[in-house]
């Protein structure tokens, strides 16, 4: 199974080490108190990705992700956040879409806990990559959207891309990667909105994809962006990359 990852992901990590390794330089480098940081996440709402959310190590988290790991509570969501930072404190997001993959190394699939059988992750985009395909909508687009705001807007912000998608070498990995930027272009957005409403001095946020794995075997983060905002000086979608610090490459 790592093999089969390590193919489509060469720079994944497990879940585990992602975990120890971003938050032990969070503390290292930045002195940050794990005990006085607000964790937020804008995952998907599937019950798989528990395994990689750092919720081993940081309690309570703020869930600003639904379907896709779309960050759906906006606005309001971003502030309410920024509310909740615990004096002292720093704020700390981690974000983006999952991707399933099998023993077999088929992306967007995989066999979850308790189950023989194999079904699609993230199912929502596999349903959207569907109509893309199909060129239909959700049944209930023409009665009340409510009943499932949450996929038809995901579908409506994949849609620009249709052609992107449905001409990549694998359109499943390609959805999962446009709405890997799509969400992260939305966490920035929205933390920069939000500006005036965060107390503490810092916002770390943390993206890349899931990668869920059969039950046995650990899940995998494909780290895309490590990034800090000091608040006072914040500009929209302008934070100071961590990535490229000499001390982040000598970990």
């Known amino acids: 199974m790592d093999k089969n990852v390590l193919l489509e992901y060469p720079n994944a990590e497990t879940g585990d080490h992602v975990t120890e390794k971003y938050l032990s330089f969070l ?7 794990l005990n006085k940081m607000l964790f937020a996440t804008s995952l998907c709402s599937d019950d798989v990705n528990v395994s990689t959310d750092f919720r081993r190590v940081l309690k309570r988290p703020f ?33 983006g879409p999952h991707i399933g993959i ?22 929502a985009l596999m349903l959207a ?5 199909d060129q239909t909508e959700s049944p209930f687009a023409t009665e009340d959207p409510m009943f499932d705001y949450q996929q038809m807007r995901l579908e409506e912000m994949l849609k620009p891309y249709r052609e992107e998608i449905l001409d990549a070498d694998n359109p499943i990995k390609k959805t999962t990667d446009v709405m890997y930027d799509l969400i992260h272009k939305k966490i920035h957005k929205l933390a920069g909105m939000a500006k005036s409403e965060f107390s503490c001095e810092r916002l770390f946020v943390l993206g890349g994809v899931i990668i869920n794995t059969a039950p046995e075997i650990p899940d ?3 780290v895309r962006n490590f990034e800090v905002f000091t608040i006072a000086n914040m500009q929209e979608e302008k934070p100071v990359s961590i990535l490229k610090t000499e001390a982040f490459k000598n970990l």
Request: proline letters at 3%; a negative charge.
């Open 102 to 123: 099998t023993e077999a190394g088929e992306l967007g699939r995989m066999r979850r806990q308790g189950q023989s059988h194999e079904t699609n992750s993230c199912g």
């Open 220 to 222: 995998y983060v494909d």
């Open 129 to 133: 990559l569907a109509r893309l395909r």
């Open 63 to 95: 869930t600003m992700g639904g379907l896709g790991g779309v960050p759906f509570s906006g606005f309001t969501g971003m502030v309410a956040f920024a509310h909740h930072i615990p004096d002292d404190g720093d704020a700390f997001i981690f974000y």
């Open 27 to 33: 503390s290292n480098e930045y002195k940050s108190d």
